[in-house]
């Protein structure tokens, strides 16, 4: 497709059927020819078959949570204990932002059919690897691990803010490889036990994909979440080699929730009713990923 400037599009796949579009919602189900109408006519079933149309309609909560009463979501708050993460604007932590954040989520994850698992549920350090070994433990679906950026210097922190959705590759892209050395540095010790020479190796083509899939969804749902009362910036889907992912047998995603260096930003992911709006596209945004791959 060719276009004088950039556009998004959806795919959705029903039966045999890839649907290309412009818009967001997925596909739920096809229609189907209602049984007495089948009874009253001679016409072959197969002329009464209805194209399928784009729904401009959230799934009915009864539905999502039949849907989603297997998956298994393990939540990775970033940082933790002595590990403080970023000090952002009034000298606020990372790592007691983005526990709160991933309990909240949690519960909303539940209260959605989801089965929920947390790295941490308290101000703890956890190492890199043993964050992905409570996913692949208990054989999750999809990790998602929390965090809060920080702009790299003072004359920056006005500048930098906005949300963003990360998974991991081998990018090598400056910005990528400046948030991806702020979250890995933690942890020294996991370059050691990975290498530097060969983690890049354990990368899953398939993994990457329905990660990518997922942090699209994610990061789209968030943005549109968040707008019904904010003004927010778009920091997009970028790839990074994150640690913290590395380890992670199944499909994951690191969310940055906003710069906690930005005194707006910063002052709006402590407000209650903002954490809502992300929770909220967060978890809209898991459901339409699984959705679109159950």
Request: glycine share 4%; no cysteine.
């Amino acid at each position: 497709m060719d276009a004088p400037a950039s556009f998004e599009t959806y795919v959705s796949v029903l039966n045999n059927q890839v649907i290309l579009s412009l818009e967001k919602e997925p596909i739920l189900t096809q229609a189907k020819p209602k049984k007495e109408s089948v009874e009253k006519t001679s016409k072959p079933i197969a002329e009464k078959k209805q194209i399928p149309q784009p729904s401009k309609i959230s799934p009915p909560m009864a539905q999502t949570t039949s849907l989603n009463r297997h998956k298994i979501i393990v939540i990775d708050a970033g940082h933790g204990g002595k590990d403080a993460g970023a000090i952002g604007y009034k000298k606020k932590m990372e790592k007691h932002l983005v526990l709160d954040m991933a309990l909240q989520l949690g519960t909303e994850l539940k209260r959605r059919g989801y089965k929920v698992y947390y790295t941490r549920q308290r101000d703890v350090f956890i190492n890199l690897r043993d964050r992905t070994k409570v996913a692949n433990d208990k054989n999750a679906d999809l990790f998602i691990s929390l965090h809060a950026n920080a702009a790299p210097n003072e004359a920056k922190k006005l500048s930098m803010k906005g949300l963003e959705t990360f998974f991991l590759s081998p990018d090598r892209s400056e910005r990528s490889k400046n948030v991806a050395a702020l979250e890995n540095k933690s942890d020294i010790e996991e370059m050691d036990y990975y290498s530097k020479e060969t983690f890049l190796n354990v990368f899953n083509r398939e993994k990457i994909i329905l990660s990518n899939k997922a942090a699209i969804d994610i990061q789209s749902n968030m943005l549109k979440s968040v707008k019904q009362h904010y003004s927010v910036d778009d920091g997009g889907v970028r790839e990074a080699p994150f640690w913290v992912l590395v380890g992670a047998t199944m499909p994951s995603v690191l969310i940055e929730i906003g710069y906690i260096t930005n005194p707006e930003e910063a002052t709006n992911m402590h407000n209650p009713q903002y954490q809502k709006l992300i929770v909220q596209g967060i978890s809209e945004g898991l459901d339409q990923y699984f959705i679109n791959n159950p």
